[in-house]
């Protein structure tokens, strides 16, 4: 189950009119942060990424399953279940059984995964396999809901070669 405040800063995300992966990011964010505090683990950046989206796709977020041939079916059946399960009103009763064996198995699994080197090959191996015209697109989406604060403070940090200014 989601941390409340997750909740709360995907719905932020949804009024602002932000995109259904942004929102989810969300839910990655917390997980990625899960597995750093040492809750559970992950095998690699990728699980833990995809265990954000299931969460997100299983608290209503809107974001659709991956389209065929960009995942295994088996991921896509899944994704397509978690997304069922978010947009329909009923919610059946988690087998404590199956929680306990999920979490357990998990526990198992490093902590690596969410470390920043992971991470950082983990965005710029997706960065590589999307195209600039995708970029571009994804650039163009930014400027239209960022605001002008937020395009200010995304230069500046990209001015300071990628660092906040409280890392400074």
């Not at 932000?18 to 969300?26: D, H």
């Not at 988690?94 to 198995?105: E, H, T």
């Not at 710029?124 to 396999?129: D, E, F, H, K």
């Not at 970029?135 to 930014?142: D, L, T, Y």
């Amino acid at each position: 189950m989601p941390e409340q405040e997750t909740l709360e800063r995907a719905r932020q995300d949804e009024r602002e009119g932000k995109s259904a992966s942004t929102q989810a990011g969300e839910f990655v964010r917390e997980e990625i942060e899960h597995v750093r505090q040492g809750k559970h683990g992950a095998r690699s950046s990728q699980q833990a990424i995809a265990i954000g989206l299931s969460k997100a796709r299983r608290a209503g977020i809107k974001l659709p399953p991956p389209s065929e041939g960009k995942t295994s079916a088996k991921t896509q059946k899944q994704a397509e279940r978690d997304y069922e399960k978010g947009q329909s009103e009923g919610s059946r009763k988690v087998s404590p059984r199956r929680s306990r064996g999920a979490k357990r198995a998990l526990k198992r699994e490093g902590t690596e995964a969410a470390s920043p080197a992971s991470l950082s090959r983990q965005a710029q191996v997706s960065a590589r396999r999307r195209g600039s015209a995708d970029r571009s697109r994804a650039a163009q989406q930014a400027v239209r809901t960022k605001g002008l604060q937020g395009r200010v403070r995304a230069a500046r940090t990209r001015q300071a070669g990628g660092r906040s200014h409280s890392d400074s």
